[in-house]
């Protein structure tokens, strides 16, 4: 992946965070219980938020910190792959979210690490933080909700 | 308590059940099944429903007699009570006009296929059915099938009716009978249902199998029906038992059936007098 | 001026078989106070004028008069007393957590001499069961109103008792063969003996509560259905699917669900194949995963079914959720506890069963937000455990099926249905629910507390208010 500017990436970032409100969209859409639906809603209002991040950052207004290495749970490691269906439930809406997270990061951290221009290598390091963030409030979540007795 | 209306074997080992239990003929849907035991110390295990009366209030199950609790059911007279019967479970077969349908039923499939054909035919579809077996004499329903459904076709094992062979034989029939055929729905052994959904895959035919797995309440809480679909557990009982069988890990489901083979038959080869006799040895 | 009263501090052991008897059998561990020991236990309290004892009960029994009637060898008058306010005592004796309710904010607890109250309370239950007749109270005349209670477990049980003295029909509709929910399929034997919850059940049918087993409200019949005979419905439906951890080899041979394994035990009485006939493999080595009283029932049950029987706990003992006395009962028993522990994936033989499980050591993390210390795993420490068996005691979500064929029920994530916290009322009009149905596995106390407080609202509800 080659990337001509700053506002090349960024551009790239929101659009990733857009498909990714569709996908979770389009799953709320076939879920089969309403209960389920609204959790698919509510993780595609979580990345049309991050989408908000980036587009700030885009018009030059830095509201957006960088911060200390994001804790990882390896719950998202751990965990076997999900393929969804209309009939999943919470945990597995959680698991597909954490992964996706992940893989996200992991691309941004290579993206980072393959780009030669620092101000490209510190912008995809902030994108995969934020990854990482975002990975980490679905994982605590998992944590306190599927692993309570564990 | 629920009451045997009839019961009698309909062809070898196959016995056929009829119990009265009002509230589940009233609510039961072609593609659900029950769940009873056959005396107060029984196991609970998952039957198929193969036909019923709303308006007498009775339920008929088709069974093999193949461990304890089929081999105790088979054994009831008319008139006898057997204390569960918990249904209707699971969710119902799903029925709309596809067009033509291929249903196949194997051993006691024919009696749970059915209804289904029965549906499936209300809903205005070409039904076309084959049943299987090892011989012609295992057949059963074949004048009830042959009034309802568009075509009734046979394999047995021998040879004895119809083509020679097993449900592998499915894409030559699929090819003889020359019409498009929009779905396949298969019932009975696992094997079967295996076999029935390996032949269908490379023609691209939608194949829905009814699952058979281990259940203990059959309301979703103890886990032991699941099986793999797509990738993904699935539980039997609550998200089942109809699946796409061109997505069910048949090796994982033939390992898990097999859990408790050796169990299976242990209670009947028991006898009480051994265990009054251990008994009394503890007293003295 | 009265004689200053000396303070006993020490609480009265109950008298229990010794580990290495038990371990071996299925008979309940605790033998129960004698008539003496319960009454130098009563002797004891303090009779404080401010009762926190009372406070802290979620059923609000009144503890004081019922300990003073047992001092005073009243033990009539004292079952009398608790069954105002609870119907099941022997249940609630034996399986309260006493210790983080009515016993810790006792006075004496700062002293650690706090009152045994929950085996007193299992002392006068045991006590009225022995005297072969019980007390009726007095059924008033029928109100005209007609309750549907969905789920014969410790809430449906209290709503049912409940209802019944206030003068309503009341009809239990069960899935399962036997009432008492988690009573008769989840606690074992040895905790809880079959014999006491059908004893406790019996009372409620002695009182003319109507039940109906094997049958499944959602199946056998819609709630919607059932409104249309019934005034009102109570949903204690309980546990639903139980949750795995989603990591490889769950689908293996010889890996359950603590809800499978107990079931078989319990409800189906695996332990006594082949005279019953729901089997229960021997198994030789057994890994239970979780740290709840779950968890702590499936592995006490693996060893007096012959195995070598571990706990695998993420965390450390600290955390341990299951009661003190169950934890302690499970040491002195011989369970081998991995703590900070996760299994990552199990590996199976060449027919599909359980042969190993690959687990990684974890340390707690610093404490985040929330303050909590959330387990991390540690780098390059994974082992593999020979077992041939797992139980996944990690817990479950709410039974589906009552949500998932009521319109107009408003559902939480995990699929619990929302109900109000101090009424029980859900979304629907004349529907009311609790118990692990709306919070997720819980305790028999809360499912009774929460029992209580839906049975308030249903009289009032049906007497012509609104329920608040």
Redesign the interface.
């Known amino acids: 992946m080659q990337f001509e500017s700053l506002v090349a990436v960024l551009e790239f970032a929101v659009r990733k965070e857009e498909e990714a409100a569709e996908f979770y969209t389009d799953l709320a859409r076939s879920m089969v219980q309403p209960h389920i639906a609204r959790i698919f809603e509510e993780f595609a209002a979580e990345e049309m938020e991050h989408k908000r991040k980036i587009l700030i950052v885009m018009t030059g207004r830095p509201g957006w910190i960088p911060q200390a290495r994001i804790k990882d749970l390896h719950v998202a490691d751990i965990v076997e792959d999900v393929v969804p269906s209309s009939d999943m439930g919470y945990q597995q809406a959680l698991i597909l979210a954490m992964k996706a997270e992940k893989a996200a990061y992991l691309l941004y951290m290579e993206l980072s690490s393959a780009s030669e221009d620092d101000a490209m290598k510190d912008l995809f390091y902030l994108l995969a933080q934020e990854e990482a963030r975002h990975r980490l409030r679905f994982e605590v979540e998992y944590d306190e909700q599927f692993s309570g007795e564990n | 308590m629920y009451k045997i209306i009839a019961s009698r074997m309909i062809v070898p080992n196959m016995h056929i059940l009829t119990i009265e239990a009002p509230?589940?003929a009233r609510?039961v849907q072609a593609g659900q099944f029950i769940i009873l035991?056959a005396e107060e110390?029984?196991?609970?295990i998952p039957l198929s429903v193969s036909d019923w009366d709303r308006a007498r209030g009775t339920i008929t199950t088709i069974f093999m007699n193949i461990g304890?609790?089929t081999s105790r059911l088979s054994q009831l007279a008319s008139g006898s009570f057997i204390?569960?019967?918990?249904?209707?479970?699971g969710n119902a077969s799903e029925i709309e006009h596809f067009g033509t349908v291929l249903l196949i039923g194997g051993c006691y499939g024919i009696g749970s296929l059915y209804p289904v054909a029965r549906a499936m035919k209300e809903k205005g579809n070409r039904v076309l059915v084959v049943i299987e077996a090892r011989s012609s004499y295992l057949f059963f329903w074949e004048d009830r099938y042959r009034v309802l459904v568009d075509k009734l076709l046979h394999i047995t094992r021998d040879g004895s009716k119809g083509l020679k062979g097993h449900i592998g034989r499915i894409p030559e029939i699929l090819t003889a009978l020359d019409e498009p055929v929009h779905r396949v729905l298969i019932n009975g052994c696992t094997f079967c249902l295996k076999r029935g959904s390996d032949a269908t895959r490379e023609l691209g035919i939608k194949t829905v199998v009814d699952l058979n797995p281990i259940m203990?309440?059959?309301?979703?809480?103890?886990?032991?029906c699941?099986?793999?679909v797509?990738?993904?557990?699935?539980?039997a009982c609550?998200?089942g038992p109809e699946f796409d069988g061109h997505e069910v890990d048949w090796?994982?489901l033939a390992?898990?059936r097999?859990?408790?083979m050796a169990?299976?038959v242990?209670?009947l080869r028991?006898s009480k007098c051994e265990?009054h006799a251990h008994q009394s040895e503890e007293v003295s | 001026m009265t004689e200053k009263k000396v303070l006993d501090l020490i609480r009265r052991e109950m008298p229990k078989q010794p580990p290495e008897v038990r371990k071996f059998n299925f008979n309940e561990v605790a033998f129960g106070y004698s008539e003496e020991l319960a009454v130098e236990e009563a002797k004891r309290c303090i009779q404080c004028k401010k009762a926190h004892c009372v406070q802290n009960c979620p059923v609000e029994i009144d503890i004081p008069a019922f300990i003073q009637c047992v001092a005073d060898r009243n033990f009539a008058e004292g079952i009398r007393i608790i069954k105002q306010k609870n119907c099941l005592p022997a249940i609630c004796g034996r399986v309260c957590p006493q210790e983080d309710q009515c016993e810790k904010v006792c006075t004496l607890v700062k002293k650690e001499g706090q009152l045994a109250i929950g085996r007193i309370e299992r002392f006068l239950a045991d006590w009225e069961a022995r005297q072969g007749h019980v007390d009726m109270p007095e059924i008033p005349e029928w109100t005209g109103k007609k309750v549907a209670v969905i789920g014969g477990g410790p809430a449906g049980l209290t709503v049912a008792g409940d209802l019944i003295l206030r003068g309503h029909k009341v009809t239990i509709f069960e899935a399962l063969h036997k009432l008492g929910g988690v009573l008769v399929y989840g606690i074992p034997e040895f905790r809880l003996p079959k014999a006491i919850v059908n004893r406790e059940v019996d009372y409620l049918k002695s009182l003319g509560v109507e039940v109906y087993t094997d049958f499944v409200v959602g199946k056998t019949q819609t709630m919607d259905s059932l409104l249309e005979e019934y005034d009102a419905a109570f949903v204690g439906s309980g546990a639903g699917l139980p949750w795995f951890m989603e990591i490889p080899g769950e689908n293996l041979n010889g890996v359950y669900s603590a809800n499978e394994y107990l079931t078989r035990l319990n409800l189906m009485k695996g332990y006594l194949f082949p005279t019953y006939h729901t089997p229960i493999k021997a198994h030789k080595r057994v890994a239970v995963v979780g740290g709840g009283n779950v968890a702590m029932d499936c592995a006490r049950s693996a060893l007096r079914l012959g195995a070598e029987s571990r706990i695998v706990y993420r965390r450390s003992r600290e955390e341990l959720p299951a009661r003190m006395e169950e934890i302690e009962n499970a040491e002195e028993e011989g369970v081998i506890f991995d703590f900070l522990t996760l299994p990552l994936r199990y590996n199976g033989d060449a027919s599909g069963w359980v042969k190993e499980m690959i687990v990684q050591k974890m340390e707690l993390g610093e404490p985040d937000a929330s303050g909590r210390r959330r387990p991390v795993p540690i780098e390059g420490s994974e082992v593999a455990v020979p077992v041939d068996a797992v139980v996944c005691a990690i817990g479950n979500s709410p039974n589906p099926l009552i949500g998932s064929t009521t319109p107009g029920l408003l559902l939480g994530k995990k699929g619990n249905i929302e109900a109000d916290e101090e009424t029980g009322k859900t979304s629907r009009d004349k529907i009311w629910a609790g118990g692990d149905v709306v919070t997720g596995a819980a305790t028999v106390i809360l499912a009774m507390g929460a029992g209580r407080k839906a049975a308030n609202s249903i009289h009032e509800y049906l007497m012509g208010g609104d329920g608040e």
């Open positions: 509230v589940i609510q035991r110390e029984g196991e609970r304890s609790t204390p569960t019967v918990v249904g209707p479970l203990i309440d059959g309301t979703g809480m103890c886990g032991v699941r099986v793999s797509g990738g993904m557990t699935k539980f609550v998200q090796a994982e390992q898990r097999k859990s408790y169990e299976e242990i209670p028991t265990e």
